[in-house]
């Protein structure tokens, strides 16, 4: 149980057209994220298969039943907004049971579901308190317990961590991924931060301008990008991209290649570059380089690299990782 | 925070003006405790005496007291109920997207912008009139026999009168606050399979909660004081409230020291309802 399939399903605003046609297949406990920068419609979606925007045509299969034209509320489906949408005035108790009291259920029941739940998020010492007596954590690790006590065919997530801080993000983000193990629930998750994406989904839906631009594991998205969109928002520091004769040389309008796939060395490919700014982080250390063919490139070299700005540096890109794309931004395949 | 220097800078520069505000409050109240405790009748000036409390005790003995509280206390609970029964129905109503929507919110508060006085005269002459009134036109038209408000059911006509004036200041503090309401929460909510009635009274209500708190509390004060409305009508007689009996007592039977009694119990009546108030809803402040 928990598969999700959209087919051909656009939606309009009045005028706007801000998702010209979607089809996705959305398989059983799977962990897809939708990324894709603002206003690429990827909440839409979201919103879409939720029921809480209705299709402008197209339909919607969850479990290959048809439900465009069913309420939010019949579908099965649980969310967590961004804003977590915790109800104030009731407890973390009151919260969590909201939908099961809704749906009429038994209290009993409704008391060891809201107990289980509490148990798994360790919730249990707040059950009592109301949410603005939560920290932002709490709070979210709420607005998953409304979620799971209702045993939905999947779940969806708006951007959840967005409103935490950095240390909280990442923890939240772990017991995302532990739960998405322990419930073995279809997850789909909506994020515009390319890191959250890569590190927890199962397969990636890259949107752009409410098209999908390419689904794949992460790693099909990170070696194998199909356009220059997913090539330059996949991946941190970005993909360095070259046009211009350069990238003509190598029978493409633009060719990329990523900061990790440039070597420092001398040899016969090698590239003279001056340094304009050093990163020192570390484990890693970030170059950003002036070439005379290639323009500015940036270079990940691994630990700690000596690199003065303005002396002079020699880089090798790596032949085999160089990425062609088309003068529409499409992919050249390796002949 | 500060330094007990500023704290003290901060004592003497306020205490001018709260000198002032004391002595513009206790000399009217201390002159009208004077008053209550004399036998001081305008037609009779001269043989002003000390009458200790007895003008208390004619005051309360008098049988229009006893009416008096209860006219006071039904109007206010009347006109409290309506306002925040219709004032919720109609924020929600005013909050849906209808056709027009800004000239309607102007509109529906406008009634509060007319002063008491001319209300009255509009409500009397205009629509509860038993010969050309308008709701008299329309229980013809319904084929009932006219109601003649002011003789009948003179505490209704009332209480539908001023009622009409609150009515849109609770409808606008709703509004405010309805508005305010999160919309995620309302999906939330959606998603979770409440129904509109489910959605109402676990959400908008808790949210309304404070709001309403507020509209309680403004209402009250100023229901306490309704007078215009009861004097213009000339329906004091029937449906007359505690200030009405103080300017009867006063400007009527010219017994000064009776009204002042009348007066200090009014302020005493005032308080009781404020401590019940306080105590009902202060804890909806306070959370």
Redesign the interface.
């Known amino acids: 149980m928990g598969t999700i399939r959209l087919q051909s399903v656009t939606k309009r605003f009045d005028a706007v057209e801000v998702i010209p046609g979607v089809d996705l297949s959305i398989r059983e406990g799977e962990f897809i994220v939708f990324v894709g920068p603002s206003g690429c419609g990827k909440s839409t979606i979201l919103r879409l298969i939720?029921?809480?925007e209705d299709v402008s045509s197209g339909e919607i299969f969850i479990d290959e039943k048809p439900v465009a034209q069913e309420?939010?509320?019949q579908r099965g489906?649980?969310?967590v907004?961004?804003?977590y949408?915790?109800?104030?005035?009731?407890s973390v108790r009151g919260n969590i049971a909201?939908?099961l009291k809704?749906?009429g259920q038994p209290k009993e029941l409704i008391e060891a579901k809201v107990a289980k739940a509490a148990e798994t998020l360790n919730l249990t010492d707040y059950l009592d308190r109301k949410p603005r007596q939560l920290s932002g954590g709490q709070r979210q690790r709420v607005a998953i317990g409304?979620a799971i006590v209702?045993e939905p065919k999947a779940f969806l997530f708006d951007e959840p961590l967005s409103n935490l801080d950095a240390a909280l993000r990442v923890q939240m983000r772990l017991e995302i991924m532990q739960l998405h193990k322990t419930l073995k629930a279809t997850m789909v998750y909506v994020t515009h931060d390319q890191v959250e994406a890569m590190t927890m989904a199962d397969r990636i839906v890259v949107l752009n301008k409410g098209r999908i631009e390419q689904v794949g594991t992460p790693m099909e998205l990170y070696d194998r990008p199909n356009s220059l969109f997913v090539a330059g928002f996949i991946g941190s520091p970005k993909m360095n991209l070259v046009s211009g004769p350069a990238a003509e040389q190598y029978g493409a309008a633009t060719i990329g290649i990523r900061p990790e796939h440039i070597a420092i060395g001398e040899g016969a490919k090698a590239v003279t570059a001056r340094i304009r700014i050093a990163e020192h982080l570390g484990s890693d250390t970030f170059i950003h380089l002036d070439t005379d063919e290639l323009g500015a490139l940036t270079v990940r070299a691994q630990g700690h690299v000596e690199a003065a700005p303005g002396t002079s540096l020699s880089v090798i890109l790596d032949p085999a990782r160089i990425h062609r794309f088309d003068a529409h931004g499409k992919v050249i395949v390796h002949a | 925070m500060a330094t007990h220097h500023a704290i003290r800078l901060g004592r003497l520069a306020t205490a001018p003006s709260v000198l002032v505000l004391f002595m513009w409050m206790i000399v009217p109240l201390a002159m009208t405790v004077w008053f209550s405790l004399l036998r001081y009748n305008l037609l009779d000036a001269e043989n002003a005496y000390f009458a200790g409390l007895d003008n208390y005790i004619y005051f309360v003995t008098d049988p229009a007291f006893s009416d008096a509280i209860k006219n006071t206390l039904l109007l206010v609970g009347t006109v409290l109920a309506v306002s925040v029964i219709f004032g919720i129905a109609l924020a929600l109503l005013l909050d849906q997207a209808i056709l027009g929507r800004s000239i309607v919110r102007l509109l529906i508060i406008t009634p509060f912008f007319v002063m008491p006085t001319v209300s009255a005269l509009v409500w009397k002459n205009m629509m509860m009139h038993p010969v050309s009134g308008v709701i008299a036109y329309l229980f013809k038209i319904l084929g009932l026999a006219p109601i003649d408000w002011f003789a009948d059911a003179p505490r209704s006509a009332i209480a539908i009168m001023v009622s009409w004036q609150w009515l849109p200041f609770a409808t606008l503090i709703f509004l405010t606050s309805v508005q305010s309401l999160d919309e995620e929460q309302k999906e939330a909510a959606e998603m979770d399979g409440a129904s509109p009635f489910a959605y109402f009274f676990y959400i908008v209500l808790p949210h309304l909660a404070r709001p309403i708190t507020v509209v309680i509390l403004i209402e009250t004060i100023f229901l306490l004081n309704v007078f215009a409305e009861i004097y213009v009508t000339g329906s004091g007689g029937m449906a007359g409230n505690m200030p009405y009996l103080v300017y009867f007592q006063g400007l009527l039977n010219f017994d000064v020291g009776g009204a002042s009694a009348g007066g200090i119990i009014a302020v005493i009546l005032a308080n009781i309802v404020a401590v019940f108030l306080m105590r009902m809803i202060g804890k909806t402040l306070e959370s």
């Open positions: 939720a029921g809480l309420p939010a509320s489906l649980a969310m907004f961004q804003s949408a915790l109800y104030p005035h009731m909201f939908g809704m749906a409304r209702r």
